[in-house]
């Protein structure tokens, strides 16, 4: 949109380029939609102010690591298993990450039981089932983890992502569901983490079935 008082080019050009510009700022300032306000000032002023505040904030950064950085890796959300951050994301963006990450872990659930077509079972009992190196009887699939040959690392592996899943629901899915106040932004990226370890390990795994 360049340095002047409104956009230049086409209508067609602006709108294809306020798209990428948007998909920058969801990166870089992700609740931008909430924190920039919206005046009668023109369509695009909002895309504007934001855009003005997330090369200031890319600059900082980059100041910030040359400075003080220890060259630690960055999370980046948009990496998230899709099941995590793409339910997460629209609450996420608006500063509700309690509820962002209660919404990734109830995604997680839907998925397993859709991919295992259950719904008697849900969340850590679900995945217990799944994981269990039981073999599977009409009606009930089993899942088996990529590579999955049946020997002792196998068998491991399989008791570990159960277990993980216990933990996932019963220290971050249970609590968020009953507690009250929001969650620090760091805090709530780590939960989403978390949640998407998991994620990966269910979507990546082969259904069993008789």
């Given amino acids: ?13 602006i709108v294809a380029a306020a798209q990428i510009v948007e998909k920058i700022l969801d990166r870089v300032l992700p609740r931008w939609r909430s924190d920039v306000e919206v005046d009668n000032k023109g369509r695009w002023q909002q895309h504007r102010e934001a855009a003005q505040r997330a090369v200031v904030e890319i600059e900082s950064r980059a100041l910030l690591a040359e400075k003080l950085g220890d060259n630690a890796p960055n999370l980046n959300a948009g990496g998230l298993h899709p099941w995590v951050w793409e339910s997460a ?10 509820e962002a990450v209660r919404a990734a872990a109830v995604k ?8 295992l ?34 020997g002792r690392t196998a068998l491991s592996l399989r ?3 159960a277990a993980y899943a216990e933990g996932c629901f019963a220290a971050i899915r249970n609590p968020l569901s009953h507690d009250e106040g929001d969650l620090p932004e760091q805090e709530a990226l780590e939960l989403l983490a978390a949640l998407s370890v998991l994620a990966r390990w269910i979507d990546r795994s082969t259904v069993v079935s008789v």
Avoid: C, Y
Wanted: hydrophobic content about 30%.
């Fill in 89 to 98: 994301k629209s609450l996420w963006q608006s500063g509700h990450f309690r």
């Fill in 159 to 161: 008791r570990g992502i």
């Fill in 1 to 13: 949109m360049g340095d002047f008082a409104s956009p230049v080019g086409s209508k067609s050009e």
């Fill in 108 to 115: 997680i659930n839907a998925e397993t039981q859709n991919k």
């Fill in 117 to 150: 077509d259950r719904r008697d079972l849900s969340e850590a009992a679900l995945i217990q089932f799944a994981f269990s190196n039981d073999a599977p009887s009409p009606g009930k699939a089993r899942l088996r983890p990529t590579g999955d040959d049946g």
